[in-house]
């Protein structure tokens, strides 16, 4: 069928009419196609930039002058916020701030297994690192995002390691303490082992914590360290602490399996340590609208780890304090 479309005038004018319209339509289009693309790349650049380093696996004992440097750069305005993914070799049993290495642990365990031992400058209780992630985040408190509280600044924190869970494929989700009991735990945790003792924000999967974090401030600067836990040795990690008779130790391991799971148990494909990391790297990236800088250490900065580590954190005046 054909269709004759009659224009009442002169064709020529017509014509011009025409392409004029077409001309204003398409650049009303490519106008708004750029002002979208504006507007992304205006996004893009409002991202604040965060340093990232991996520094693998290290010593215990520069894992944690690593940590203390950090913050201590972050004090002194040397860095921007830092995200730090981490290893340890040896495995090594950390303890809190506050524990006592008499009453709690087991160091001939400790040292007949060739595990490593360190005092953490951060409190919560013993973790077994081992076949894991480990991170940290050194921010300034003043920060805008950061919140005043201790408890809203973890669960800001930790968002970046909610966001990593559902990265692998898993339902995580934040546990808060609502009865009574729950939150008298917080405060006199029964157990030395960290995955064993309840937290606010807790990181949950199927009702079981998937993460042990803790936090500490100092010269107005927040450090959080944790755990998350790839693969889990039970009956070593239990072995480590003291227990008032063998009674009670079977007792709170037997507990555990329903309070902490290692992200392997939950998933039918194991997760290598680098999916794990890009699943995190992403996640902190997402859930803090930042843009990760990767960074490697100068040999500046390597020189002030090490005297870190030898003032303090390889001490036996540090690690047995208390």
Not at 123 to 152: A, Q
Not at 195 to 214: C, N, Q
Not at 291 to 320: F, G, R
């Amino acid at each position: 069928m054909l269709l004759t479309l009659k224009y009442p005038g002169n064709i020529e004018k017509f014509m011009i009419d025409f392409s004029q319209a077409l001309t204003l339509n398409l650049r009303g289009k490519f106008d708004r196609i750029s002002h979208h693309k504006d507007v992304n790349e205006v996004h893009s650049m409002t991202k604040e930039i965060w340093r990232f380093i991996d520094s693998k696996k290290q010593s215990p004992a520069f894992n944690m002058a690593l940590d203390e440097a950090l913050l201590d750069w972050q004090n002194e305005g040397m860095i921007p916020p830092t995200i730090r993914f981490y290893g340890w070799d040896p495995p090594t049993l950390s303890i809190g701030y506050f524990q006592k290495v008499a009453k709690e642990i087991n160091m001939e365990k400790v040292k007949s297994t060739g595990l490593g031992f360190v005092r953490r400058p951060t409190g919560g209780r013993g973790v077994l690192h081992d076949k894991e992630l480990t991170y940290s985040v050194i921010v300034s408190e003043n920060h805008p995002e950061m919140p005043n509280t201790v408890t809203e600044a973890y669960r800001v924190i930790s968002e970046g390691i909610l966001e990593g869970f559902k990265a692998l494929g898993l339902d995580a989700y934040f546990a808060i303490p609502k009865t009574e009991e729950e939150k008298q735990g917080l405060k006199n945790p029964r157990s030395a082992v960290c995955f064993d003792a309840p937290s606010w924000y807790e990181l949950v999967v199927e009702g079981r914590k998937v993460a042990g974090s803790a936090q500490t401030r100092q010269k107005g600067v927040i450090l959080q360290h944790g755990s998350i836990l790839l693969d889990i040795d039970e009956d070593l990690l239990f072995s480590l602490f003291n227990y008032p008779s063998e009674r009670v130790k079977e007792r709170m391991q037997n507990n555990f399996k329903n309070k902490a799971v290692a992200i392997n148990a939950l998933r039918e494909t194991p997760v290598t340590i680098d999916e794990a990391k890009q699943a995190f790297y992403n996640g902190f990236e997402k859930a803090l609208n930042i843009k990760l800088e990767p960074h490697e250490l100068t040999v500046e900065e390597l020189a002030k780890v090490h005297a870190i580590m030898q003032k303090k954190y390889s001490t036996d005046e540090w690690n047995y304090k208390r």
